[in-house]
Each structure stands twice: as C-alpha cells, then as structure tokens.
C-alpha cells in the first residue's frame, strides 16, 4: 500500500522543472503522481466540488474547450488544462495546480478518453468528431469508436453533448437519456461533394456509401443511407444563419430548446463555427442560457497555438496550426477565402506528438494556394517532404526553399513580407511549439505558461 | 505523381478509377491498389475476387500491377482477419496473410539487391505476410519489421506485379521505383522502354531523412 505524495511536493517539480529549462513543466508533475501513487489522480478529481466535464475530439479540442471554459468560468471555478496537455499526465497536473478549484474541465486525447473517464468520473462528456490523425498511434479510426462507445456506456448517469454531424460520434447517443446533439443546418454553406479525406462513409449498418443532403466539414453534415436509412439524428442544438467573413471572423445563430442567440466569433472558417457550437451546446446542457453563451463566444479570442496573430516588429505572423486533412483542408480553404497568401512558411515535423507517418500531406487539398503562392518556406525535419508535395501539386520548383531550420526559415519569410505585411506559418504541433518559443525568446508573445488560465 | 513524371518525359498518363461494380476495362497498362481499413478492406476484396479472371488476364498479357498495404495482401491467396475468418484474394502473389495482435508500425528501410537500390517508407499493419517458398520478396529489411516482424524481407514481386507494405508515400520517395513502373507500363503500351533522368533533388533529400528515420528508429523486431 503506497502512502500518497503530497501534492506540494509534486506541484514543486513542475516550477523546478521550468527553471531548469526543460519547457513548460506542465506535465511531469502529474508524470511522477501517475507513476507513484496512481489512484492519487482519482482523488484529486473526487474533491472538486462540481465534479469534472471532459471534451475529446480529433480536431478542436484545444480551441473547444477553450471557449467552454470562457462560458463556464462566471459559474464556477475552473481546473482546466489550457495548455493542451491532455494525456492522463498532463490532466493529473492541472488537478495538482489547481487547489480550489470547484469544476474540472479538460480536454482529454481521444485515446486517453477511456482512462481519464475511467478515473475522473464526469458528469458530463462532450464528444465533437473522429477525424484520421496520426494513424501511427492508433492505427484504425473503429477501433477509438468502439472504445468511446464503451466509455459512453460507462458513464449513464453523465450528460453526453455529441455532435450529430459525425456519423460515428452522433450514433453514441443514439437511445440514450441525458444526451445532447448538436449539428449545422445552413444547407447554403454546404460543399458540393465530399472531400476525399473523410473517413466513415460507409453506413454503420449496412455498409452502404452514405449520401448527403449537405456537407460541411469533411465528413461531417446530414448524412443518410440510401439503402437502411440510417441518418444524422434529430439536432437539439443547431447552428443556423451561417456568415463566414474571411479571417477576420465569423457569426450563426445558436438555436436551443431554451431559445436563440446570434453569436459573433472571431475566429474564422465552418471549423471554428463547429468548435463555438460544441462549446455552447455543452454550456447549454450545464445550465448557461443561450444569451449568455453568445456574449461569451464573442468575447473569445484564439486559444493557445491554433490560429494566432503575433506581432514581429514592423510585420505580423498568421499562425494556423495543421494536424491531419481534415483539420489542413479548412485551413487551406480559410486562407484561400481570407485572400490566398503570396508567401508561406509551412513547417512538418514529425515527432510523436505530430505524427510520425508524415502520409498526411497527401491528403490534404494544397492546390487551391499554388495559384497565388509566389514563394514557399518549406521547413521542419520533413521539409523536403513537404516540398515534394507541393511541387506534384503544381508548384513550380524554382518557388520552392527548402530550410530544414526552423529559425532560418522564419528569418527568410519574414524578409519576404513586405514592411507592415503579414507572413502565413502553418506549422504542425511541435513545429508550433518551437516557433512560439522562438518568436517569445525575441520578446514578441507570453510564453504558453505564463498565459491567463 | 506518377502522371507528373511521364508528363515531364513526353508522355499523357490516362488516369481511371475502376470502382465497386466497375468491370475492368481491356488494355489498361498499370493497376493501382492500395489500402484501407479493416471494414473497407473487407468490402473490397470480394469485390476484387469478382474482378479477379479479368485482371490474371491483364497481368499475364503484361500488364504492370502496385499494390500497396490492403491492396497487397489481397493480391495474395487470402488474409485471415484477427477474429480468424478467411477473406479470399485475388492469387497475384504467391503468399498469405495472418492478422496479428499487434501492429508493426514504423519507418522501413530496405535493400533491393535486385535493382541495386534502397527503398524508404513507412510501414503500418497488423497483417504478417508470408512469402511462399521460392516467392521474391520487395528487398531485405535494414530497418523495421517487414512482412512479418521476422523474416528479414518486405513486399513481394512476381514479373511485373509490385506488393508491398510501404508507404509514406512510397513513390516521391523513392523515384527509381516510380520510373521502373513506368518504363515496364510503357513497354506494354508499346512505347519507348528509356526515360530520361530527373533532376530530383528534392525526392533524393526525402529519401535521405526517411532512410535515417529509419535506422535511428524503425521497427525493432
């Protein structure tokens, strides 16, 4: 029998952590809790007063529950893990931080799903999408489904938010009390044919390709099958009114059971309409009124790394963070609508945390900028990749730099972009990381931990 | 990018897609199959057995055939999924496939003594793929887990029929492979069997950082 660590020795590592250098420090105390007194995480979250809320999805967790906490923050003390550390490790040290804290609210990797619920016990679960991501860590898309399907089932008394557009994630809630779905309908913003990236096409019944009364986001929309009809269910919550301006932002309307509201975002794309409507819904099904959920998604800007406006001397970054197609396709699609950039830095790595099967790229529609791109930055350890990519898609070679350096490569976009000009980075994760923390060391943005919580 | 590169050498590469249900057309030079998952997989290979007369057909009159993950393991004579059930596949190439517990997933790198080339790509599957006695593999694994975690090879090729496990992708990568496929599919169309050299710096740099994946952490058998 393990006696327990006391918390204040373990939040002691995370600050020494930092001083020597080793990066934000945000996960190894809850590291050392996990290996040394495991059920010590199941205790933690027991003592939160208002219990715990987990969000998971392949795409939008960060920004997601991002904007949900900025909904849940005036009713409740948050635990929250803003910095996106969201294996049990990282959810074990945000538990640690957080010492009076009266509600958790996490963002939980869709394969840690299980075991965080597992020892969390929320009250209430917001599922969003599956997307194909690193397919080197989990190898089949099912297989996830299958275990969120067991979680669901663990957890009958909890509230399930799920996002009806998604034929997988919908159908978890499908017969089932205390459930929440959400789901667009705005036929208008609707994509003439599905993407090649999306995955579940197949009906979950019967095998046949699901046709579609409109598309939005990859495989997401209203979907049925021609042959069993099996179909998107009823939506709770829909987004209505869809206006999508550029990047500068975007607006639809919130319409619930409790009423509507006109939402303004910030931030632009469908994508972002999908993640502010997640929110909403799953501030709606824990007691925020839909007037209320509105002002706070107006209020709301980028969360950490995803899309981000940085100001470098006279010049600005535009930073999108890319993961997988699906996710890349709209931003492609976002750029292209905003004004399609004459120079990017686009940065691959492939770690772990990036995905080590850099076959993504294949997949991801990059035409749409060749025309307008003058000059391509291509950077990360798999930057020649990166470039082969675009130049068998159409990109004349000579347009074409390859510069594995991360901080070379910033230095050469930004000495494309004219004074006052903004330069377009899309980085994948690590790459993201590196870049902030090069861009910070020259005094332009908060290094991610010293940013609000 | 198989068009790019015979487009760049003179030559109109004329893309179909040959679907569920679609009969296989006369004439066609090179056959494309890759992968998927497990439920599509299964949807398709009694698709391909249905196909199966038509493409022995195209192959033994020379056509050039790539199969790629899924693809390859159903050229072979059957796969048996992890629950133990057989699917049957198309006998292209002389082996069969067994589902695993586990996956084999990472950076590969292999030697092709037979084109006197190195092969780089990724790898992820379940399946082990084993080669019948005599059978010629892709090339010999100096990194990563290959057909079967044990054996020391990768991939299989028959005359003109290429099954292999690699991806990644596995072409840009590796443009020597991407060029033998169309000098053997041009040959068949009956056009000149000698292209020219690209430039390919850019694929030789790919290659060079997937080749060191590969030593510093493919798959440990």
Known sequence: ???????????????????????????????????????????????????????????????????????????????????????????????????????????????????????????????????????????????????????????????????????????????????????????????????????????????????????????????HCPRCGHARPALDVAARSIALHGLDGSAFTLAAPAGEARVELRLPGLYNVYNALAAASLALALGVSPADAAAGLARFSAAFGRFERIGVGDRRLLMLLVKNPAGANEVVRTLVDGGAPRAAVIALNDEIADGRDVSWIWDVDVEPLIPGLERLVATGSRAAELALRFAYGGLDRGRIEVEPSLERALDRGLALTPPGGELTVLPTYTAMLALRRIVAGRGHVANYWEGRS | MLAERARARGHELDVAAIGMHDAVPAGIDLFYVGGGQDREQELVAHDLVAKGEALHAAVADGAVFLAVCGGYQLLGRSYVDVAGRELPGIGLLPLHTVAGSTRMIGDVLLDCAWADRSLAGFENHAGRTLLDRGAEPLGRVLAGFGNDGSSGFEGCRSGRVFGTYLHGPLLPRNPWLADLLLTEALAHAGLETSLEPLGDELEAQAHAVAAERARARGGRR
């Not at chain 1, 393990?2 to 996960?27: D, E, N, V, W």
């Not at chain 1, 392949?58 to 529950?65: A, D, E, W």
């Not at chain 1, 945000?94 to 075991?115: I, K, S, Y």
């Not at chain 1, 965080?116 to 209430?124: D, F």
Request: charged fraction near 20%; aromatic fraction near 4%.
């Open chain 1, 1 to 223: 029998m393990r006696a327990p660590i006391p918390p204040a020795a373990l939040r002691a590592t995370g600050a020494l952590s930092r001083l020597a250098g080793r990066g934000g420090g945000t996960t190894l105390p809850g590291k050392l809790l996990w290996k040394l007194d495991p059920e010590g995480i199941d205790r933690l979250a027991g003592r939160l007063p208002q219990g715990s809320v987990l969000v998971s999805a392949t795409n939008g967790k960060t920004t997601t529950t991002a904007m949900a906490a900025g909904l849940l923050a005036p009713t409740a003390r948050l635990a929250h893990n803003a910095s996106g550390a969201n294996l049990v490790s990282g959810i074990a040290s945000t538990l640690l931080q957080a010492r009076d804290a009266e509600l958790g609210l996490f963002e939980v990797d869709e394969g840690a799903l299980p075991e965080v619920a597992r020892r969390l016990r929320p009250k209430a679960l917001l599922l969003a999408n599956l997307f194909r991501d690193q397919l080197d860590r989990y190898g089949e898309l099912e297989l996830v489904a299958a275990r969120w399907r067991e979680t669901v089932a663990s957890l009958p008394e909890a509230v399930l938010v799920v996002n009806g557009d998604d034929p997988q994630v919908g159908d978890l809630g499908r017969d089932r009390p205390r459930t929440l779905v959400f789901g667009i309908d705005d036929p208008a913003h609707a994509r003439p044919s599905l993407q090649h990236a999306a995955d579940s096409k197949y009906c979950l019944r019967c095998g046949t390709p699901y046709e579609y009364a409109a598309a939005y986001v990859g495989h997401l929309g209203d979907y």
